[in-house]
């Protein structure tokens, strides 16, 4: 048989009770901690998803930190369109926004342009060449039609420093 006999003095009962609540205390700060960065990535997002269905963009938006840093990274995806060809103007014009509207700093904005073509579909759209509403893939493809025709033959020396 063992018998244990514990003896708290007073001392001792108090050094418990400061680790507990210094335990307390630190697991609240957890909790507001992760609770603020929820909310700030919620408001990033917001944010983001409003400025664009203004100007009638269907985006997804993602947002999350980097560990260690105070600034965030963003992803949009979004359909292939025209007016995001030069992107990297309106990121600039973006984060600065997002900046004075939520007071986060945005490091990094990637951006994702998913294009979905099956082979059934590429098939159909050859025999009937269905016009686009964007004039981006119509330029596009004109120009690779273009490109794809191109002739090799020999040349003399002399038409070969002409060309150049």
Not at 62 to 69: E, H, I
Request: glycine share 2%; proline share 1%.
């Amino acid at each position: 048989m063992i018998t244990l006999t514990l003896t708290l003095d007073s001392l001792a009962t108090y050094i418990v009770a400061i680790d507990i609540i210094v335990l307390l205390a630190y697991v609240l700060y957890l909790f507001r901690r992760n609770r603020a960065l929820e909310k700030s990535i919620r408001n990033i997002t917001d944010f983001i998803t409003e400025y664009f269905t203004h100007t009638g963009a269907d985006v997804r938006v993602t947002c999350f930190k980097l560990d260690g840093y105070k600034r965030f990274v963003t992803l949009i995806e979004s359909q292939p369109l025209k007016r995001f060809r030069y992107s990297n103007v309106l990121e600039n014009n973006l984060i600065s926004h997002i900046y004075q509207k939520t007071g986060n700093t945005v490091e990094k904005i990637y951006w994702r342009f998913p294009v979905e073509i099956h082979r059934d579909e590429v098939a159909a759209e050859a025999h009937h060449e269905a016009v686009s509403d964007d004039t981006y893939f119509v330029d596009i493809h004109a120009i690779a039609e273009a490109g794809a025709t191109y002739k090799v033959s020999e040349a003399s020396w002399d038409e070969f420093k002409s060309a150049k």
